[in-house]
Structures are given as structure tokens and as C-alpha cells.
């Protein structure tokens, strides 16, 4: 349990700081941050649920670890760093940089009618629709909305790196 909590720690924090060294230094603002930021998230993520999860097959007891404490630990992990993350988050939109969440707004407003340019059969209203659901939003919704966002990516993740590392313990008894 204690290196779940440790490893979520470690996952949100340098999450949070990767985002803010992206922010600060105007790499966000590019096309190649906005892709980049979740692709260096994503693999931080990866690499640390493959580092916690063989740590627990190393701590196990001789038949290993089955897959479902693999997976739960994969969760506990994503939940502790999602929580951690939306914290992050709400930092620097209501404390460091206040700024920031209206221009995440107006990307998400021009990645919304760029698809929906390419929609058929959209009526203007169902656009204005749309639309109005950014104008609702607020920084804890944003922050809420990171946390689920990294919770989800943990369980896709977790799946097949507990299937990795069970599958290594069993190959390991031959």
C-alpha cells in the first residue's frame, strides 16, 4: 500500500511538474507541446506502473502476485497521482497563473469547431450547444476532469503491464 501511495505521489507530482515547465517556458502554447505534454505524461505513466508493479512481484511471496492486486495496485496508483494532478491543476489556474485556464478554454473552444467543422448535420443550434458546455466551465471542473482523465489512462495502462509482470513471475518459476 505504502508504495501505491508513494509511486501516485511521484506520478502526480512531477505530472504537475512537467506541465508547469511546459507552461512556464511557452513550449504549451506550441502544436508540439500541446501533443507532447500527454505524450510525456502517458509514458511517465507507463514507466512507473512497470516500476511499482515489479516491485511488488520482487516482494512477493514465492507463487507471485495475482493479477487483480497487480491491476488494484495499477488504480490505486493512477487515483493517488489523478488526485494529486487535479490538485496541481487548481494550483495553477486559481493560485500561479489565473490566465491559464481561460486560454485552455479558448484552445478547447478551437479544437470544438474544428471538429465540428468536419461534422455533417450539425444545425447551428446543436454548435451553440456545443459550445455553451465550455462557457459552464470552471477550474474544479477542469481539475476534476484531469483527475478521471489520469484515472482512466491508469486502468488502460494497468491492464496490460499486470499482465506483463504476472506473466514475467510465472515465467520466472520455470
Not at 487515483?79 to 485556464?101: C, E, K, R, S
Not at 478521471?148 to 491508469?154: C, R
Request: glycine fraction near 10%; charged fraction near 15%; proline fraction near 4%.
Amino acid at each position: 500500500m505504502k508504495l501505491n501511495v508513494v509511486a501516485g505521489l511521484v506520478l502526480g507530482l512531477l505530472s504537475v511538474a512537467i506541465l508547469y515547465v511546459c507552461h512556464w517556458t511557452g513550449w504549451l502554447r506550441t502544436p508540439a507541446g500541446e501533443n507532447g505534454l500527454p505524450l510525456a505524461t502517458g509514458l511517465l505513466h507507463i514507466l512507473l506502473l512497470i516500476w511499482a508493479l515489479r516491485r511488488h512481484r520482487n516482494l512477493a511471496r514465492p507463487e507471485g502476485v495475482p493479477f487483480a492486486r497487480l491491476f488494484g495496485a495499477g488504480l490505486l496508483i493512477s487515483l493517488v497521482g489523478g488526485i494529486t494532478v487535479a490538485f496541481g491543476n487548481l494550483l495553477l489556474t486559481q493560485v500561479l497563473d489565473p490566465g491559464f485556464f481561460d486560454w485552455a478554454m479558448e484552445r478547447a473552444r478551437f479544437h470544438l469547431a474544428e471538429q465540428m467543422a468536419t461534422m455533417e448535420g450539425l444545425t447551428e443550434a446543436d454548435r451553440q450547444a456545443r459550445l455553451a458546455i465550455l462557457d459552464a466551465a470552471t477550474p474544479e471542473g477542469f481539475a476534476v476532469q484531469r483527475m478521471v482523465q489520469t484515472l482512466i489512462l491508469g486502468a488502460f495502462l494497468s491492464l496490460p503491464v499486470a499482465a506483463l509482470v504476472r506473466l514475467r513471475s510465472l515465467k520466472s518459476d520455470f
